[in-house]
C-alpha cells in the first residue's frame, strides 16, 4: 500500500467524513499559497533581440553587426530568475560556432556538422538553480554564418524569460549582445561579466542602447520618443502624483507645443486648443492622483513640459505603475490618431491598446505604452509558477497561468465556492481567470509586434487541445455567473478551432498530427477532457447544437479505438504510426474521460441520439473501473498493475463521476457505486489529503509508452500539482451533493454494504 504520509497527518485523522470541512480544506490552502500576483511590467528595447514564432531568441549577428569581420567574436548575455531548482531542455540552433555557458559551465560547443548544417539543432538540458543564473552564450563569424536561435523546447510552456544585467539595465527584459571584438574575452574560462557591476567595468560596448543622443535628449518629451510628424498625430503622457493629502490645493503650471487636453484623474483640468503656457489651481480627490495628458504636435514641436506645486514646494511625480528597468516617472503612447478620443479611465490601464497612426498620419494598427528611452517599451511578463521538465512548478505562485490543469482549478474553486457559500473562492478564480482575458487582445498585439507573446502563451499560440478546452471551459463556467462578453469571444475562437482547424481522421475522430514530434499522429484519452466540457458549456451559452453533437461524436469515436473491451477501461494512447492503441490503461488517463462523460451527459437532452449509446458506455466503463478499486479505495497509476502505485488524481475523478451518475440515476442500481466513491474519497482523506489541504500522490504531466514502466517508474507523484487539487476539490463537492441526494443516514446504511 502506498503512503504519502502517517495517518495523524490525515485530514481524515483532523476532521472525519466532514467532506465540507476538507474541501474548504483543499480549497483555502490553494488560494493561501498563490496569491493573486500581477505580471510583471518590465521596459524592454524593440532595438534589442527578439523570439522567433517557435519562442526561440533569434540571435542572428550578420545582419545586426555587418560590419563585423570574419573571425570576429560577440557575446549574448541573459539573466534567469528561478525560484526554485528548475530543469528544462533548452534548443539551439548554431548558425555559425558557438559555445553556451549556464553559471559559468560550458554546457555546449558547436562541432563541424552543426555548424555547417543549415537546420541543425540540438537539444541542451539546462538546470537552472534557485535564484539568478547567468547565460552566456559565444558566437564567432564565419562563411557559414555567424550567431544562433537559443530557447526552451515547447517554449509556451516552459517559458524562459531572460533579463538583461549590468546595474544599468537592471529590471530590463531582453539579453544583450557585445560589440565585435577581435579575439575570445570570455570564453575560455566561461567567466560571466560581473552581471552586478557596470557595463564599461565588462571592457566592451554593450547593445541595445539605452541611452539618447545628445541630439535627440534635447528635444522635447514626446518628439524625443516619436518624432515630429508632418501631419497631426496625437500621444498621451501618464503619471501620478506622489502622496499629497486628500483635499489639498495643488497648481499645476508647464507649456505645451500644441492642442493639449489635462486630466486628473477623470476630471478634466485643462484644455488648450493650440501651443502655450498654461496654469490651473486644483483641490486634490484623492492621496495619489493620476495625471493623464493628451498632447497634439504643433509647429515647433511635439512634448509638455508641467511642475506642481503646494504649499509652496514643488512635488514630485512617480510612475502610474511599477515598470521595472526604468527609473523615470512618466509612460508615453503614441503617435496616435488625433480624431480617435478614448475615455481617459480606458486610457490608464495596462490592458489598452490606443490606435495608432504612421509617418504619414496612415491607420497603423494599435500601440502601446513607452518609456523615457531610446525604441524602449512596456511589456508585461507572465514570470510565476514556470513549468518544469516534469510539469512541476516550485513553490512560486500559479496566479494568471492559462493552462489546462489550472483550468481544472478554476472549475473545483467555482464548483466549491457554489456548495460551501463562500464568494470569495468564486472572487478568486474570476480574478485568475480574468488576468488572462482581459489582457487577451494585447497578449495578440504582443505576439505580432515581437514574434512570441510574453503572456497568455498557451491561449494565443492554440496549436492543440491542450492549449484552450480545459481552461477555457473553466472560462465559460466563469460566463455562466458573470456574463463577461470578453469571455464568449474567445470562446468564440476556441470553439473555431475545435469545430473547424483541428485535425481529424478520416472518420472525424481528434487526434494529434504533431509532425516532428514523438506524439506525431497519436490519439489521446485526455483530449476528450480536453475538448468535450467546453464544447458542452460552448453549447449552452451560444445555443449552438453543432458543438454539443461534435462532443458526443468524439466519444463514440474515442471508444472505438481506446477501449479495451476484456477488461471495460481505456488505453491512454492510439498510436496510428503503429496501427494499434497501447493497451495501457494509466489512471488519469481513464479518470478524463469518465470525468468527461459525466460532464456530457449532464447536459445531452434525453432525446439525443447518441444518448442511450453513451449511457451504455458510462456503465460498462464504470463496471471495468470499480472492478479494479483497491483495498484502501484508491486506484494505482497503471488500473491493471498490481505493483504500481497508489494514484490520486485518478480517484478523485472516478469517485466524481460514481457520485454523478448515482445522483443523475444513469445506473440501474447505484448503491455499488455510491459506495465505491464514499470508499474513494474515504481512501483520498486518509492517503492523498493531509491535515494541512496539501495534496499528495498525483504524477506529474504524461507522455506516453507502450509500456507499464514508464507510467510507474519515469512519471513519479509531485506534492500539490496543479492536476490533482482542483479535482480533489470536485470529488468532495460530489460526495457532499451525493449525501444531500440520498440523505445522511441512507448513504451511511448503503457504505456499509
Known amino acids: 500500500m502506498t503512503e504519502y504520509f502517517i495517518k495523524r497527518q490525515s485530514s481524515q485523522y483532523a476532521f472525519g467524513d466532514d467532506a465540507r470541512s476538507i474541501v474548504e480544506l483543499v480549497s483555502s490552502r490553494y488560494t493561501g499559497a498563490n496569491p493573486p500576483v500581477p505580471f510583471a511590467l518590465r521596459a524592454f528595447s524593440t532595438a534589442g533581440i527578439m523570439q522567433t514564432a517557435e519562442g526561440l531568441y533569434d540571435m542572428e549577428m550578420a545582419s545586426r553587426l555587418p ?18 531548482e528548475r530543469s528544462i531542455d533548452g ?68 517559458i524562459l524569460n531572460v533579463l538583461a544585467p549590468f546595474q544599468e539595465r537592471d529590471g530590463m527584459a531582453g539579453w544583450v549582445y557585445s560589440e565585435p571584438v577581435s579575439a575570445s574575452r570570455f570564453g575560455a574560462s566561461g567567466a560571466f561579466p560581473d552581471s552586478e557591476g557596470k557595463e564599461e567595468a565588462s571592457g566592451l560596448a554593450w547593445l541595445p542602447s539605452t541611452s539618447w543622443s545628445a541630439e535627440r535628449s534635447g528635444r522635447p518629451n514626446v518628439e524625443r520618443l516619436f518624432g515630429l510628424p508632418a501631419k497631426p498625430a496625437a500621444a498621451y503622457g501618464w503619471t501620478r502624483l506622489d502622496a499629497v493629502g486628500c483635499g489639498s490645493s495643488v497648481s499645476f ?19 488648450l486648443t493650440e501651443a502655450g503656457s498654461f496654469r490651473t489651481t486644483v483641490t486634490l480627490g484623492s492621496t495619489h492622483p493620476e495625471l493623464l495628458i493628451r498632447t497634439e504636435n504643433g509647429p515647433k514641436g511635439w512634448g509638455f513640459d508641467i511642475h506642481a506645486h503646494a504649499e509652496g514646494r514643488q512635488l514630485a511625480f512617480e510612475l502610474p505603475r511599477s515598470v521595472h528597468g526604468y527609473a523615470g516617472v512618466w509612460l508615453y503612447a503614441g503617435p496616435l490618431d488625433p480624431k480617435v478620443v478614448t475615455d481617459p479611465s480606458a486610457v490608464r490601464s495596462m490592458a489598452a491598446l490606443l490606435p495608432a497612426i504612421d509617418a504619414k498620419g496612415r491607420p497603423s494598427g494599435h500601440t502601446y505604452w513607452s518609456v ?59 480574478h ?40 477555457g471551459s473553466a472560462m465559460l463556467e466563469a460566463h455562466a455567473l458573470s456574463g463577461d462578453s470578453v469571455f ?32 506525431a499522429n497519436t490519439m489521446w484519452a485526455d483530449d476528450l477532457y480536453m475538448s468535450t466540457p467546453f464544447l458542452v458549456r460552448y453549447a449552452g451559452a451560444t445555443g449552438r447544437k453543432e458543438a454539443l453533437d461534435e462532443a458526443a461524436k468524439q466519444f463514440l469515436l474515442f471508444r472505438r479505438y481506446l477501449f479495451i473491451e476484456d477488461e471495460r477501461i481505456m488505453s491512454h494512447v492510439y498510436d496510428f504510426k503503429y496501427g494499434q492503441a497501447t493497451r495501457m490503461p494509466w489512471g488519469r488517463g481513464n479518470g478524463w474521460v469518465l470525468f468527461s462523460i459525466t460532464e456530457l451527459l449532464e447536459r445531452l437532452p434525453h432525446n439525443h441520439p447518441d444518448r442511450e449509446e453513451l449511457l451504455s458506455f458510462f456503465r460498462e466503463m464504470c463496471g471495468g473501473i470499480a472492478a479494479l478499486q483497491g483495498e484502501s479505495g484508491l ?75 514508464y507510467y510507474m517508474y519515469d512519471l513519479r507523484t509531485v506534492l500539490n500539482d496543479n492536476h490533482g487539487i482542483g479535482i480533489m476539490m470536485l470529488a468532495g463537492v460530489e460526495i457532499m451533493e451525493l449525501e444531500e441526494a440520498l440523505g445522511a443516514s441512507a448513504a451511511a446504511e448503503i457504505a456499509k454494504i
Open 67 to 84: 560590419d563585423a569581420k570574419h573571425g570576429a567574436y560577440v557575446y549574448m548575455l541573459g539573466r534567469v530568475w528561478s525560484d526554485d
Open 488 to 519: 464568449l469571444r474567445i470562446a468564440d475562437r476556441i470553439a473555431d478551432f475545435m469545430l473547424n482547424k483541428l485535425e481529424r481522421q478520416q472518420d472525424g475522430a481528434f487526434y494529434r498530427l504533431c509532425p516532428g514530434e514523438y506524439a
Open 432 to 471: 485568475h481567470i480574468r488576468s488572462c482575458t482581459e489582457m487577451y487582445d494585447y497578449s495578440l498585439w504582443d505576439r505580432d509586434q515581437y514574434g512570441f507573446p510574453s503572456v497568455n502563451q498557451q491561449l494565443v499560440l492554440i496549436k492543440m487541445l491542450d492549449n484552450c478546452g480545459s481552461f
Open 91 to 158: 534548443v539551439l540552433e548554431p548558425l555559425g560556432p558557438t559555445s553556451l555557458y549556464l553559471n559559468g559551465e560550458h554546457l555546449y560547443r558547436s562541432g563541424a556538422v552543426d555548424e555547417m548544417k543549415p537546420d541543425a539543432q540540438v537539444i541542451v538540458p539546462l538546470l537552472f538553480r534557485q535564484g539568478w543564473n547567468d547565460i552566456m552564450i559565444e558566437v564567432r563569424r564565419s562563411p557559414a554564418g555567424f550567431g544562433c536561435r537559443f530557447g526552451a523546447e515547447e517554449a509556451k510552456v516552459r
Open 253 to 271: 503650471e508647464g507649456y505645451a507645443y500644441g492642442p493639449t487636453s489635462i486630466w486628473l484623474d477623470n476630471e478634466q483640468v485643462i484644455s
Open 372 to 430: 523615457d528611452a531610446p525604441d524602449t517599451r512596456v511589456r508585461p511578463y507572465y514570470e510565476n509558477a514556470m513549468l518544469s521538465n516534469k510539469w512541476t512548478t516550485g513553490s512560486a505562485t500559479n496566479f494568471g497561468r492559462w493552462d489546462y490543469p489550472l483550468g481544472v482549478t478554476m472549475y473545483g474553486l467555482l464548483r466549491a465556492s457554489r456548495t460551501l457559500n463562500r464568494q470569495e473562492l468564486a472572487d478568486y478564480a474570476l
Open 635 to 709: 486506484w494505482r497509476q497503471v488500473l491493471n498493475q498490481p505493483d504500481a502505485y497508489e494514484e490520486a488524481s485518478c480517484t478523485a475523478m472516478f469517485t466524481y463521476a460514481f457520485s454523478r451518475g448515482v445522483r443523475f440515476g444513469w445506473f440501474e442500481d447505484g448503491r455499488a457505486y455510491t459506495a465505491a466513491a464514499k470508499k474513494a474519497w474515504r481512501g483520498l482523506t486518509e492517503k492523498a489529503i493531509d491535515r494541512t489541504g496539501s495534496v499528495h500522490g498525483v504524477c506529474s504531466g504524461s507522455r506516453y509508452s507502450f509500456s507499464p514502466e
